[in-house]
């Protein structure tokens, strides 16, 4: 075919020979399926529109959370764990107990005691009275407390030269040591309490306590020696212990000398009648 006869031949539309025209039975199942799918689009946004009505309080309650927690810096979040906390055992051994010694309440977590068993002692069951009041005290302490002990008359006796803790096996030879004291001799008390505050000065427990007990002022060798003790056993005493006294008896010269130093080491003192 030449040129110029193709160009007299009829043009044909594109769109008969590439979309035929569907059939009228197909032009109805078209309209269906696009009413079932419009019938659907209504149902589908009540849902959605409740949804979002939910999400929104709870994304905006979320994001002023972050923003409070993020001011107020490194507190506790709800994730965060505690790393176990403080219970009644971890200051269990750092509390102090209380003894009763002689009708008086002292409070601390290591107890030294200075005993008078000079003859004087042997007088109206005294030395019996002593034994039955340091056993019932040294029974009351805990495994935590330390204690230790000193005996004067004529010369000092000392049950243990260290603080110990206040176990079953520490009572138990303490007592039979304070149990076996029998009274004599004279009255040489500042020795005792200086090698009583040199075992106190051992232990590290914050709150110790010196009780010094007699039922006469320092008489030493025929020689009254309150003066002197009272100088030394407050130079010893340069850790400042509270010295606790007790006095058994009405003699005026032993209540003024164990009142005065009672005073002078910041303790109590006690007057006990036998």
């Avoid at 009505?53 to 979320?62: F, G, H, R, T």
């Avoid at 994730?79 to 269990?92: E, F, I």
């Avoid at 130079?235 to 130093?261: E, K, R, Y």
Wanted: charged letters at 15%; one cysteine or more.
């Amino acid at each position: 075919m030449s040129f110029e006869e193709e160009k007299q031949k009829p043009f044909a539309e594109p769109s008969a020979q590439l979309s035929p025209q569907p059939s009228p039975q197909r032009l109805g199942e078209i309209s269906k399926e696009s009413g079932s799918l419009q019938g659907k689009r209504p149902g589908d946004r009540p849902r959605l529109f409740q949804l979002s009505m939910l999400l929104i309080p709870l994304l905006w309650v979320s994001g002023i959370w972050l923003l409070a927690a993020d001011h107020q810096g490194p507190h506790l979040r709800p994730l965060d764990m505690p790393s176990g906390g403080g219970g009644a055992g971890d200051t269990q051994e750092d509390a102090p107990e209380t003894i009763v010694f002689y009708g008086m309440d002292y409070e601390g977590d290591a107890f030294f005691w200075c005993l008078d068993k000079s003859g004087s002692m042997d007088w109206d069951g005294a030395i019996d009275d002593l034994k039955q009041e340091v056993n019932s005290a040294i029974l009351s302490l805990s495994p935590a407390a330390e204690f230790s002990l000193v005996a004067f008359s004529s010369n000092t006796l000392v049950w243990s030269p260290s603080p110990q803790a206040a176990r079953l096996a520490e009572k138990t030879a303490a007592l039979s040591w304070v149990n076996s004291l029998y009274a004599e001799g004279w009255t040489c008390l500042a020795p005792a309490a200086i090698q009583i505050l040199s075992i106190c000065n051992q232990s590290s427990h914050s709150s110790r306590q010196v009780i010094i007990l007699s039922d006469g002022a320092p008489f030493c060798n025929n020689v009254d020696t309150s003066s002197q003790a009272l100088s030394e056993i407050s130079q010893a005493n340069w850790q400042q212990v509270p010295i606790h006294t007790i006095f058994i008896g009405s003699d005026s010269a032993g209540i003024a000398f164990m009142q005065t130093l009672a005073t002078m080491n910041q303790g109590s003192f006690h007057i006990c009648d036998n």
